[in-house]
Structure formats: C-alpha cells, structure tokens
C-alpha cells in the first residue's frame, strides 16, 4: 500500500512538473514573440523611412499649402507601409495642384499595391493626359511610366490588346526597357501574336540577358523547336536569377539527372557523334553547374569542335571547383594563350 501510494505522489509531483515547463514554454514563447514584436516596432520606428516621416510632417505643418511637401510626405508614408496616410496626403496635393502629376503616379502606385486596377487606370490616365502635351513628352520618364503602368493594369483586367498600345508607347520613350518588353511578349502570347511574342522575348533579353521571366519563356520555347540545349541553358539562367521560383527549377529537373546525360555523351562520343555528345553535356551542365564530370566533359568536347574560347570559359569554371586539378590548370593556361 505505502508503495502504491509512493508511486502515486512521484507520479502527481512529475505531472507538476511537465506541467510548470509547459506554462513555462508557454511564456518563454509570449516573452519571445513580444520581443521580436518590439525590436520589429523599433526598428520601423527609427527606420531612416520613419525618421522621414517624422521631419516631414513638421515640414507640412510649417506650410500647409505646399503640395509639393505633401507629396513628399506622401511618398514617405507608402514606404513605411501607411498606404492611408500616403492616399490623404496626395488627395491633399491634388485639392492645393490640381492634377500634379507626381501625386497621380502616386495616388496609381498605391492603387496597384492594393490590387485596385480600375482606380490605378484611373490615376494613369489622368497622369497621361498632364503630360503627354508637354515639351519633352518624347523623353519624359514620368509619362514612360504612366504608360507602363497603365498596360500593367489592363494587363491585370486582360485587357492585353488595349495594354499593347499602352506599353507600346512606354517603349517609344524608353526603348531599353526590358520589363517593358517582356510585357508586351505577354500580351502578344496573349492574342495569339507568336511571332511578336518571340521578337520582343529577344528584346528584353538583349536589354538584360539575365532576366528570369524572359530566359523561362524563351526556354520553353526553344524546347518545342527540339534546341534541348539552348532551351536548358535558359532555364539555368532564370533559375540562377529567380532562386525562389519553382518553375524553372522544375523545367531543368524534367530534363532528368546530369550523370544520364553524360554517360549519353560519353557514348554518344565515343561513336564519333561530336556534335550530338556535345548537346547532352550542355545539359547535363546546366541541370548540374557543379557536376565536375559534366564540366570537364563539355570542356573536352568544346576543345574537339575548335571551339576554343567556350572550351575556356567551361575549364576556367571547372577550376574553380577543382583548384588543384593540374590537368584543369594546364588547359586554361594553354587555351588561354590560343585566346590572346
């Protein structure tokens, strides 16, 4: 009976004690979450955003009537994220200037952030309207972006033949735009224009080579053709530039493991098709950069075909993974004098 009951008080001082490290973990937990709340308060607060807004209120305060300070103060409350703030404050720009034009850009970036497009068409319109009469409308940015933006939002409504006239005068006044373009390649897809669609991916991709968007599209594309290389190569770079996007990561992936390609291309090589060898290390590199096997491989292929400045560029990046490789080492050196 005594140990009956011995056993009884052990169990009931244990069951107090899982029960103080729960309540315990529950505080530690609160205390935690208070202070990541806290220091996340005090970092936006002292933020050089928030000291911004702090200077500028004193600053409309002192002149009540300047839009220009409003619309200042405007753009400093968007960026610490008081959307309403910002919106008062441009509508107050507009009642002291009528339709200035940088309270309607920003009255239309807020309007997009909150996904209101019908009201950011709205603003872009009226912005366009300001602008487009002036002087140097040819070359002014802000009209450019009114432009873009308005494409943007009928881009949302699937409005793509109206975005196209839109973004195709963005382009007249900045024809380096690459997201520009890229745009239009997706209103073009959009209405069946395959031909357009192509010609402005190359575009966007000849204004910025690294684009992610661009590179997937442009991937996809060739891999109908059958060009699995060139398409491979595409999905690395949109996948290098877009690390937490899936979809080219998924592309290379369906492509299948790195050593299957490269034990086609030692075959493939080994049967004298150079050429053919040649596709399947390209792919098996871009599925795996780091696949030593894959890099020397192509390299040595490279070097088959007389292509002697991509056969050096494919052993410089094999050297950087394998630093002590002698044979590595005296292919650049011997290439890279062949360069010179």
């Known amino acids: 009976m005594l140990g009956v009951l011995y056993l009884m008080k052990t169990r009931t001082w244990l069951d107090y004690t899982v029960w103080g490290v729960a309540a315990l973990t529950v505080v530690l937990a609160a205390y935690l979450g208070y202070s990541v709340w806290a220091q996340n308060t005090y970092n936006l607060a002292t933020s050089p955003a928030a000291r911004a807004v702090v200077n500028l209120e004193k600053l409309v305060k002192k002149a009540p009537n300047d839009p220009g300070s409003r619309i200042r103060l405007a753009e400093a409350y968007a960026a610490v994220g008081n959307l309403d703030q910002a919106v008062n404050q441009y509508n107050q720009a507009l009642k002291l200037d009528a339709e200035n034009p940088f309270a309607l850009v920003g009255l239309g970036q807020v309007a997009m952030k909150r996904k209101q497009w019908s009201a950011a068409e709205a603003y872009w319109q009226r912005t366009i309207t300001k602008l487009k009469g002036g002087q140097f409308a040819g070359k002014d940015a802000n009209l450019e972006l009114a432009y873009y ?184 050196a011997r290439l890279g004098k062949d360069s010179k």
């Open 149 to 332: 933006y308005l494409g943007s939002c009928l881009m949302e409504e699937h409005r793509y033949e109206d975005a196209i006239s839109y973004l195709k005068e963005a382009a007249r006044i900045r024809a380096d735009a690459s997201d520009t373009h890229y745009l239009l390649a997706v209103a073009y897809k959009e209405t069946g224009s395959d031909d357009r669609m192509r010609a402005e991916l190359n575009i966007a991709l000849a204004f910025d080579p690294l684009m992610p968007e661009a590179n997937y599209d442009v991937g996809q594309l060739l891999l109908k053709q059958g060009k699995v290389a060139d398409a491979a190569e595409h999905f690395r770079l949109s996948a290098d530039n877009a690390p937490d996007v899936e979809k080219p990561r998924a592309a290379l992936s369906a492509l299948g493991p790195a050593e299957e390609r490269v034990r086609a291309a030692r075959s493939l090589m080994a049967a004298g098709n150079i050429a053919s060898a040649t596709v399947e290390a390209r792919v098996a590199v871009a599925v795996d950069p780091q696949d030593v096997q894959a890099l020397r491989l192509l390299a040595q292929l490279y070097e088959r075909e007389n292509q002697k400045k991509l056969a050096l560029d494919t052993y410089a990046k094999l050297a950087k993974l394998l630093p002590e490789d002698k044979d590595v080492a005296a292919a650049v």
